[in-house]
């Protein structure tokens, strides 16, 4: 079982910064897992923003890149996702996810791990 629980988000205006982060947890919960988050905008589909996977390979979804950095502590056994220069196109709820062998910013629905989320807001 693995438990995966999100923090951070909030209302910031537009340029501003966040860091999100993700605990994990749970008896099956391994580093060598993906690790990836999404968000989802109202009205839109879940997309992809960001994958670590086995703590190596890193992609980023092209709205993100550049500006979003995605990282973990393995001592702290927490994901991170720091977001600089936000825009108002930025605003979702952001999601936590974890999969010992998906790991594609396409296909959210491969994940089987996934938080509850945390809602980030973008002013103008």
């Known amino acids: 079982e693995v438990h995966l629980v999100e923090s951070g988000g909030g209302s910031v205006q537009a340029g501003g910064s966040l860091r999100l982060s993700c605990a994990a947890s749970g008896n099956t919960f391994s580093w060598s897992f993906c690790l990836a988050w999404f968000r989802q905008a109202p009205g839109k589909e879940r997309e992809g923003v960001a994958t670590?996977?086995?703590?190596?390979?890193?992609n980023y979804a092209a709205p993100g890149k550049g500006r979003f950095t995605i990282s973990r502590d393995i001592a702290k056994n927490t994901l991170y996702l720091q977001m600089n220069s936000l825009k108002p196109e930025d605003t979702a709820m952001y999601y936590c996810?974890?999969?010992?062998?998906?790991?594609?910013?396409?296909?959210?629905?491969?994940?089987?791990?996934w938080g509850t989320g945390t809602l980030v807001t973008i002013s103008s």
């Open positions: 670590f996977h086995s703590g190596m390979a890193i």
């Open positions: 996810a974890a999969d010992p062998l998906a790991c594609s910013l396409s296909s959210p629905d491969a994940m089987d791990y």
